[in-house]
């Protein structure tokens, strides 16, 4: 499996407790679910999620942008710790998630998994063969990660970004790479847009380093 440790270089020194404590020990697995932005949400309280960022990947265009895609297909990407979720998990979500019988008719929104490596090529292939004999032919590309592009920053945490009052709090912090790959700012994008739950700011909560009335107000939101 790749682990790396990509993520915690763009954090600062002072970073917010839960991203000083968050494991670097990680790995990576890619998902195309039409536009990225709520599958960056959704992904980003899931228990065990470290990281998330969103790109493009699927395609041979050099240096995809939003605005140039090629033929490149909206990706959300995840560092995850493995000792706390698998690539199973994280497929069944996957799976979930979306209609693997009915992709889109774009491919900048194609229902999309990029395996990194052998692991994640057999797990897939697993799972596309499970759900094919029960059910038929499945349209959901399942294909080898070549290249990802980090997508441009007003697309990193887009839920969080449209929620003034949380990202300048977290944006007093953290610069735009540093938003990207924080764990506190993953759970936020996912808490201000209604996914996530009590428990999660229960146990999380604490290790945001916001103030209590931010914290409230996302309890608010959730109840
Ligand atoms: N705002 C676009 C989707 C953007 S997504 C990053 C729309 O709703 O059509 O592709």
């Excluded at 709090?169 to 808490?191: F, H, K, P, Q």
């Amino acid at each position: 499996m790749t682990r790396h440790a990509r993520g915690a270089s763009a954090l600062p020194s002072t970073a917010l407790p839960l991203d000083a404590a968050a494991t670097s020990e990680t790995e990576t697995a890619t998902f195309g679910l039409g536009c990225f932005w709520g599958p960056d949400a959704r992904l980003g309280v899931r228990p065990g999620v470290v990281r998330t960022r969103v790109g493009y990947a699927g395609g041979s265009t050099p240096s995809p942008t939003y605005r140039d895609l090629g033929d490149h297909t909206e990706v959300v990407q995840v560092d995850y710790d493995p000792t706390a979720t698998s690539y199973r998990d994280l497929l069944d979500w996957f799976f979930h998630a979306h209609n693997p019988r009915a992709n889109s008719p774009i491919r900048q929104y194609d229902n999309l998994v990029l395996w990194h490596d052998e692991a994640q090529r057999e797990a897939v292939e697993a799972a596309v063969a499970e759900r094919e004999a029960r059910r038929g032919r499945l349209t959901t590309r399942a294909e080898p990660l070549d290249s990802f592009t980090v997508a441009e920053h007003y697309h990193q945490k887009y839920r969080l970004r449209s929620a003034p009052a949380v990202f300048d709090a977290l944006a007093a912090s953290y610069n735009d790479a540093a938003i990207r790959e924080s764990t506190v700012a993953a759970r936020l994008n996912g808490l201000v847009a209604g996914y996530g739950s009590v428990a999660l700011l229960d146990d999380e909560g604490g290790e945001f380093g916001l103030p209590e009335d931010l914290l409230a107000r996302l309890r608010d939101r959730l109840e």
